[in-house]
């Protein structure tokens, strides 16, 4: 059984920064391309950035790009999403994918087959 399993949210005023991390167990971490998506209340989920299986490509929606940094350790089988400059619409609900092959997909919900349970980012103004 896959399991997909974020930590690392919390509250945070605007400016500040917050890392992300993302653990997967029931699959082979080094052959996932892996994504961060982001929900917030009564919005679509969006995607926001994607590494592929061996982190030599990396994707970031526009909004984050500059401020968000998305890495992977593959010997730990860990992803990280590392965000600065954290802004009032940066708060959502933040989900961790696998995607499912190795190379990143479309950053649309219904590329990434696996998901986790999601980890509360909350940026205060």
């Known amino acids: 059984q896959v399991q997909v399993v974020e930590s690392g949210g919390g509250l945070v005023q605007a400016g500040g920064s917050l890392r992300l991390s993302c653990t997967t167990s029931?699959?082979?971490?080094?052959?996932?391309?892996m994504g961060w998506f982001r929900q917030a209340p009564g919005k679509e989920r969006e995607g926001v950035s994607c590494i592929d299986y061996n982190g030599h490509n990396t994707y970031y929606v526009d909004s984050v790009k500059g401020r968000f940094t998305i890495s992977r350790d593959n010997t730990k089988n860990t992803l990280d999403l590392q965000m600065n400059s954290l802004k009032p619409e940066d708060t959502a609900m933040y989900f961790c994918a696998a995607a499912g092959r190795l190379s990143c997909p479309p950053l649309v919900r219904r590329h990434f087959p696996h998901w986790g349970q999601g980890t509360q980012v909350t940026v205060s103004s």
């Open positions: 029931g699959l082979t971490f080094a052959d996932n391309a």
